[in-house]
């Protein structure tokens, strides 16, 4: 016993055990359904399939399009309140911004039931715009997710420097375009990590708002019901690469930051 | 134990050459172990008890908790006390005297039940749809019945005693590789599938063809099924339409046997053209839904649905709650006959005759008379068992839907009625019979009732062979809606199940083209970016 010293390392050990049970064991499961096919044999074919394919390839595109028409609906809502409740002279700050995310403690399904019935009633029939109520109840869902972030990095953000910009002579919009949203960058690509991958894979909203077309998720789903487990986990393999990509992307982004920040 | 669990689960299965079921085995005994060393172990082998692992579908059996009392004619007495499935294990031990511990689950679709045995979860009984046991079969994954189960001599034999002779010449006229599935297969539920509809809002005559989905009078209010199978044949249903209601064609002598072909067609261009009529209706349909289309119809957003027959009585029964009538119809031109039944696995049962004989036995529980009117009451759908012997199916029917007369006090009343029935002597064994026409049914005013009442006489071939007599012996007095209502969904008329077919067990490449199909009717095709018609 005296040789045991409980240090930092081990404090990782219970988080670790479950990392490689639930995370790292299904990943590798599959990843080997999708680089294998029917007969088990290694094989590329799904991958290049998915990239070939009009239609996987149009439900990628029309994924895409949700996703970024919902992270930038979100952002553009969401920066504003963010603001206001980060640097506002308000006394109950944190009660306000419990407000805004209170609705992320009742589970969605039921928030989007409502939401479908208002719907309903403003345009008569869910059923004749199904792209723009995606778009409504998917930035409705995650509109918190967007704002915390938001909220978090702009109270950090020292506000000496934006009256030290006011003292120089800088109008708001030169302020807000050379000091608060570059220092709110970080604070702004985690919101997107919480909302865009999200809104690609959420077909639980879509089938809510019965829209009839297929994204990621429910064309994985698809796949997997009508028991092409090769097929439907390639698309997850890809899918697992985007996350990959733009989490590259994102550190790149926030190294540069840094280093900037140093330089001041 | 854990070792002999991860013998049974990598060892103990049929050998198979091909890597990948080898891998998957591996990996999920794997995640086996690991589960079940998180659960702990299980201690009922331990006590004796024979375990039987039974998967069903959702909310498909009685469990229970009723707050009323099915009172039949004869004084019999109904009523689910405890779940049947508590009930089953008190009656297999006083039957039998061993102990039988039921481990129930449930699924959601046959795919979700397919997947779940193809990863390693093991059942000893499970109940899927008509497709579903024939692929199992085909892949061999299924145990006969023994030859004692269809003895209807037997005391506890209440499935070989009690299954509608109707339902049974269905099972046996279905054949995978050879092997008929009615020596592996016992019925459940059977029904049909058609569209509810809500008869202020749409006609009966609209709502009665497959093409009403592409119809642009009722323009995004009408939803249908998120199936592949229930879509694509309603989709061959309107393809052929002209020539599946051509008189040459209906009138010819083996009309169901040449239906049945036509609504299995799976080639290249049946499937193609029925690509083209889905997509056309994916932008005419309100949606394509998993389980929203009963309130739907309820709270009035759409005026019709496609449904199972026992759904459909479901939705019929909430709508009434709330003051909405509803009907049910099945297209004209020909609908899709589904069952589910229990099947024994291979791999659950391992050859163990206890386990055999409790399967066999649970099946034989929910076959009794009683049991099945248990169930059917808790979930609206209809058993395959009419009874045999014993009249009590008749009795429920009558206890649900038969019109308010005081039939036992005024038996010269029937008597006309029956005379009535008597005056219109169809031949319901005619092949020659308009389909969706109504001709067994015959109206009579009810002078003393005040109550216009109607006689419902198309069913007597559900409970016997020769059809003759039986549809008078069975015929129901009830009132004029209950026609296009849940007595009409939960048993209809001969004349519409002569136009019903089975939906087969497509072959591998069949099932690939049509989901392909179905995957390009839901996907949005990137061509249209480029490409401006």
Redesign the interface.
Known sequence: MKNFHLDRRQLSVPYLIYLV?FVV?PLL?VL?YGF?D????ISFTNFIVFFTN??????L??SLAIAVIVTVICLLLAYPVAYILAKGKYARKHSFLMIFVLPMWINFTLRITALKEIL?MLEG????HPFLNTVICMVYDFLPFMIMPLFNALTKLDSSIIEAGYDLGATFPQVLKSIILPLTVPGIISGITMVFLPAMTNYVVL??V?N???IMG??IG?Y?????WNNGSIISAILLMFIGFFAIFTERILNRGEKEEQRI | MIRERLENICFNKHRSARVATAARKVIFASCTVVSFMLTGCNSDEASGAVVLRVSNWEEYIDEGDWDETIELEDGTEICGENSIITDFENWYYETYGKKVKVEYSTFGTNEELYNQITIGDVYDLVCPSDYMMEKLLREGKLVPYSESFFDASGDNNYYAKGVSPYIDSVFKGLSVNGEDLSGYAAGYMWGTMGVVYNPEEISKEDASHWDVILNKDYYRRITVKDSVRDTYFAALGIEYYDEITADDFKNSPDYRQKLSKVLNRTDEASVKRAEDILSKAKDNVYSFETDSGKADMVTGKVVANIQWSGDAVYTLDQAEEDGVELCYVMPEEGTNLWFDGWVMLKEGLEQDPDKQQAAEAFVNYMSRPDNAIRNMYYIGYTSVISGGESDLIYQYINYCYAADTDEAEEPEDIEGIEAAADGHPDDTDDEDTEPGSDETLSEEENGNAGEETVVYSGIGYFFEADTDEADEKYSVITTPDQLERQLYAQYPSKSIVDHAVVMECFDEEANERINRAWTNVRCFDINKLFVWK
């Open positions: 049970l064991m499961v080997y294998t029917d007969d088990g044999n009009s239609k996987t390839m149009g439900t595109v029309y309903t029939n869910l059923a004749y089938d809510m019965y009839s077309t297929y429910s064309l698809s997997f019901s009508s028991y092409d």
